[in-house]
């Protein structure tokens, strides 16, 4: 019988991998959320030959996906749960995958880059992951974060989606130079959206949960409301290609190094 090398944690449903993996590919969020770390890791990885890049909590591998599309990047997808490595695999068939803890890797200044996309916000020891990935990750090396923005914007379906918290800019950061990182760049997106997005916080409660009980109204949405949705986060995407920081949004992106000086 498969069982996760850990008990069974409750910062995260392993039964929701099943339903990820279906709307992965055609929500405009996650769609926005690839299009947006492929450019930045591309920017800042672009004078590395061959980076090794570890992703933390690679889930099914959507991003991992999106990353790989760059054949510079030697991509290592880990993850906590096993029933992840089984729809990262089905994703990405080639792909090195290995299960692995976040709070406890066993590698000493190893990758020159490490990503966390929505990882950390699940995790309550989230300074302690920051602080290992800081030994984990050579002199210059650069960690990609992203996490769940505003702390007044929590729900039910945060709760729903097992977050311990949703961060301020300046929480973010703080962690990260504590643990010894230089911030490179750092925006929020899904701004565009936030007027819609604190409506839907206002007026409307998640109406359903799926059949396990861990879905929610956000990710079932009509086909027309989604496109609708990714052509306004374009307008994000487009502002931080330009080198611009957004200053309010559902998320926040980050990149900070490790200063090799």
Same mark, same amino acid.
Request: aromatic residues 14%.
């Given at each position: 019988? +498969? =069982?996760? *090398?850990?008990?069974?944690?409750?910062?995260?449903?392993? #039964?929701?991998?099943?339903?990820?993996?279906? /709307?992965?590919?055609?929500?405009?969020?996650?769609?926005?959320?690839?299009?947006?770390?492929?450019?930045?890791?591309?920017?800042?990885?672009?004078?590395?030959?061959?980076?090794?890049?570890?992703?933390?909590?690679?889930?099914?591998?959507?991003?991992?996906?999106?990353?790989?599309?760059?054949?510079?990047?030697?991509?290592?997808?880990?993850?906590?749960?096993?029933?992840?490595?089984?729809?990262?695999?089905?994703?990405?068939?080639?792909?090195?995958?290995?299960?692995?803890?976040?709070?406890?890797?066993?590698? +000493? =200044?190893? *990758?020159?880059?490490?990503?966390?996309?929505?990882?950390? #916000?699940?995790?309550?020891?989230?300074?302690? /992951?920051?602080?290992?990935?800081?030994?984990?990750?050579?002199?210059?090396?650069?960690?990609?974060?992203?996490?769940?923005?505003?702390?007044?914007?929590?729900?039910?379906?945060?709760?729903?989606?097992?977050?311990?918290?949703?961060?301020?800019?300046?929480?973010?950061?703080?962690?990260?130079?504590?643990?010894?990182?230089?911030?490179?760049?750092?925006?929020?997106?899904?701004?565009?959206?936030?007027?819609?997005?604190?409506?839907?916080?206002?007026?409307?409660?998640?109406?359903?949960?799926?059949?396990?009980?861990?879905?929610?109204?956000?990710?079932?949405?009509?086909?027309?409301?989604?496109?609708?949705?990714?052509?306004?986060?374009?307008?994000?995407?487009?502002?931080?290609?330009?080198?611009?920081?957004?200053?309010?949004?559902?998320?926040?992106?980050?990149?900070?190094?490790?200063?090799?000086?």
């Amino acid at each position: 019988m +498969k =069982e996760s *090398f850990v008990d069974q944690s409750p910062a995260f449903h392993a #039964e929701s991998f099943a339903y990820l993996y279906t /709307v992965e590919q055609n929500h405009f969020w996650f769609r926005i959320r690839n299009q947006i770390l492929i450019h930045l890791t591309n920017t800042y990885l672009a004078p590395y030959t061959k980076p090794l890049f570890l992703e933390l909590g690679c889930g099914t591998g959507f991003v991992l996906d999106g990353l790989t599309q760059n054949k510079n990047f030697q991509m290592i997808g880990s993850e906590l749960f096993w029933q992840g490595l089984h729809f990262a695999r089905q994703r990405l068939p080639q792909q090195p995958l290995v299960q692995l803890d976040a709070r406890q890797m066993p590698f +000493k =200044e190893t *990758f020159q880059a490490v990503g966390a996309f929505d990882v950390l #916000e699940h995790i309550p020891e989230d300074q302690q /992951v920051i602080s290992h990935v800081w030994d984990i990750l050579q002199p210059g090396g650069y960690f990609f974060v992203t996490v769940p923005q505003h702390p007044w914007l929590w729900s039910l379906s945060d709760e729903l989606a097992c977050h311990q918290r949703r961060y301020t800019r300046a929480e973010m950061i703080h962690k990260l130079t504590a643990a010894g990182f230089k911030i490179a760049y750092c925006s929020s997106f899904i701004s565009t959206l936030l007027p819609l997005l604190i409506l839907n916080r206002l007026l409307f409660r998640p109406k359903f949960a799926d059949q396990h009980g861990r879905g929610n109204q956000e990710m079932a949405l009509p086909a027309w409301q989604n496109n609708l949705l990714e052509r306004l986060s374009h307008l994000d995407y487009w502002a931080i290609r330009h080198g611009f920081s957004l200053p309010w949004g559902g998320s926040l992106v980050v990149v900070a190094t490790k200063d090799s000086s």
